[in-house]
């Protein structure tokens, strides 16, 4: 698992390591501690106040949530109010005094004094949470944001599978109960240490009234976290994650023992899985996207999560269940095993590109001075979130439902999450899937990319090579871009659904259809004042010579009704493709796989200033000596 340059970059800047440091040792120690008393509470059969052990360690899981609920309004509120530095160095303090609680618990076996730590480690969670996802846009830099959270989110889910494996296994060992509270004092003190690095920061908010009531500013957080709704879109598809996710590391332990009759430490193993496929998959995700953000993630990271778990059902239980529980060894050997550790590999793994593109997409959007309530909301709906999948597994498992079963109805789930999401997101799916498609066949060359208008309309114009051209636009620029298509091709069987999607703009000739002819350029202009991209090649056909037709006047009369900057493109290295009108022998044949591509883009053009005539010399010098080469020449270079 190795970071991108970017990520490396980051990982050894002071302010960036400390809070990475801080929050990896804060997951480690919040599972190390929560693992080992449900471990030592099932393995002593402890109660307390009567209750069975089965139903304490209900109750802990639930001490750990409930400071989520009540208290994360004021946590989100005190983030905003004061210095987040300092708050993050008195919260790793009073998790040293937290751990110390639970040592004395564990030295006098006193389940009440470790109930009390599981609470006053959720309020500790409760109240670092908004801290840490808001004070990273101060850390680290627009373009680093996508690699900042792709690194926390990987630490945050090793740190996990660390502190549940090391929690399970010393509180089961020789002497081990001691050993858990000093190594939770340990870790918290090496936390608190770390914090001392995060560098000092003003506070975004500093004249808020904080109010201690959980009730008004609970509803208020909600409202705020509501007010932009892709924030709050965002919100709800990371509160989802946590359902998703909470369903599945509670169905683990049963679908090993009762369903693939399989020892604890095939449990411990799965898990393992789990974590280290979210950890990789949130590490890829800044390498896909470019270092932007990439909405298109979102929708791919739910369809491959929903394809995987249905596989999981569709696996269904070994056809030979053992006398014995199942060895690790013995497991790994089963033909089962590899296709079961693969598809929780593959459900994390897309579950990383899923979660990452979102909380970068919070922390982009939401007003800087109010981001730690957005994120206190967000940590509300998440509890619910994980609240309402501990009832529906609770239900489905009263209702003696297999576990193979309750993955199919997971997957069910996710499959109308992933369609909603799809719904909302089209453009973005289907620019993605252009990306990945154009960037397997060719090896693209970008120049210029920073010259794309991050925000507000523009038009891009292009030559016109291949019927592929607006593949590799597509998976190029970064905004989704509504092309101005031939109608013909628009509306070709099997791909006119796809250009539906993704809203592109069909278009004739006026002799052919002069009503489309009009339709199209009412459609272009409602597109530009909705503030979106359209690309069109004025062109207005493929090239039959690798040479650049002469421009039509259709950018003039987009640019005199809707004053727009122009942005020229040119595209190389397309010519003599398959997807060209050049052949060889009369037969279309490709170039060699992956063969290099180069699109340059220009600097914009004012609206005032744009002329057909201009625009095209405009392309005819991006695309220099390559545009005249003559086709005896070319053809001989193509020969070479």
Not at 55 to 62: E, K, P, T
Not at 94 to 114: K, N, P, Q, S, Y
Not at 116 to 140: C, D, E, N, R, W
Not at 440 to 454: A, D, F, N, V, W
Request: glycine fraction near 8%.
């Amino acid at each position: 698992m190795t970071a991108t340059p970017s990520q490396t970059k980051l990982l050894v800047r002071k302010g960036f390591l400390a809070l990475f440091t801080t929050q990896l040792l804060s997951a480690f120690n919040d599972n190390f501690l929560k693992n080992a008393v449900v471990i030592w509470i099932s393995a002593s059969q402890a109660q307390l106040f009567g209750l069975a052990p089965e139903v304490m360690i209900s109750l802990c899981s639930g001490a750990f949530i409930l400071p989520f609920f009540v208290l994360s309004a004021l946590a989100g509120q005190v983030a905003d109010r004061y210095e987040k530095p300092r708050l993050i160095r008195i919260i790793k303090l009073a998790e040293i005094g937290i751990m110390t609680l639970a040592a004395v618990g564990f030295m006098r076996a006193d389940l009440t004094l470790l109930l009390a730590s599981i609470v006053m480690l959720g309020v500790h969670s409760t109240f670092l949470g908004p801290i840490k996802y808001s004070i990273l846009p101060q850390l680290v830099s627009a373009d680093e944001l996508v690699a900042g959270n792709a690194l926390v989110e990987m630490g945050t889910f090793l740190a996990i599978l660390a502190g549940t494996i090391g929690g399970g296994v010393l509180v089961l060992s020789e002497g081990g109960p001691r050993w858990i509270g000093l190594t939770a004092v340990i870790w918290a003190v090496l936390g608190y240490l770390a914090s001392l690095r995060v560098p000092a920061l003003p506070p975004v908010a500093p004249d808020l009234r904080v109010s201690l009531s959980p009730f008004g500013p609970t509803l208020s957080i909600l409202r705020i976290t509501k007010k932009t709704r892709a924030v709050f879109l965002s919100v709800l598809g990371i509160s989802w994650f946590w359902f998703f996710g909470a369903a599945f590391l509670t169905l683990l332990p049963t679908y090993a023992r009762n369903t693939l009759g399989a020892h604890e430490h095939v449990v411990t193993f799965l898990l393992a899985v789990f974590c280290v496929g979210i950890a990789l998959g949130s590490l890829l995700c800044e390498k896909v996207s470019g270092k932007n953000l990439e909405l298109g993630l979102v929708p791919f990271g739910s369809i491959g999560m929903t394809v995987f778990t249905l596989d999981l059902f569709l696996v269904g239980a070994p056809a030979v269940r053992p006398e014995l529980p199942l060895a690790l060894g013995a497991f790994l050997e089963s033909p089962h095993a590899l296709r079961i550790s693969f598809d929780l590999f593959a459900i994390a793994l897309f579950g990383g590109f899923y979660t990452v593109p979102l909380y970068t997409l919070i922390q982009q959007r939401a007003e800087p001075s109010e981001r730690s309530r957005v994120v206190a909301g967000n940590n509300i709906l998440n509890a619910l979130f994980m609240v309402v999948a501990s009832g529906m597994l609770s239900w489905l498992f009263g209702m003696h439902v297999p576990v193979p079963q309750i993955f199919l109805v997971i997957a069910a789930l996710n499959a109308l999450v992933a369609v909603y999401i799809y719904s909302l997101l089209p453009e973005f799916l289907l620019r993605f899937a252009a990306f990945l498609l154009s960037r397997s066949l060719y090896r693209l060359k970008l120049t210029g990319h920073e010259k794309i208008p991050e925000t507000g309309a523009a038009v891009f114009v292009c030559n016109h090579v291949s019927f592929v051209d607006w593949l590799i636009i597509a998976g190029a620029v970064r905004r989704p871009l509504r092309f101005v298509m031939d109608h013909r091709i628009a509306g070709a069987p099997v791909v006119s659904m796809l250009f539906k999607q993704g809203k592109t703009i069909p278009i004739a000739p006026e002799h052919q259809d002069k009503a489309l002819m009009q339709r199209a350029f009412e459609r272009i202009a409602q597109e530009l004042r909705a503030g979106e991209v359209v690309c069109i090649f004025p062109e207005g056909k493929l090239t039959k010579s690798g040479e650049l037709n002469t421009f039509r006047a259709g950018i003039e009369r987009i640019v005199r009704e809707t004053p727009v900057p122009v942005v020229p493109m040119a595209l190389k290295g397309l010519w003599g493709s398959m997807f060209s009108r050049k052949t060889r022998t009369g037969v279309l044949r490709p170039r060699a796989f992956r063969s290099p591509l180069e699109l340059i883009i220009s600097d914009p053009i004012p609206p005032e200033q744009v002329t057909a005539a201009g625009l095209q010399e405009r392309v005819l010098a991006l695309l220099g000596e390559a545009a005249q080469v003559p086709l005896a020449a070319q053809a001989a270079l193509d020969r070479s």
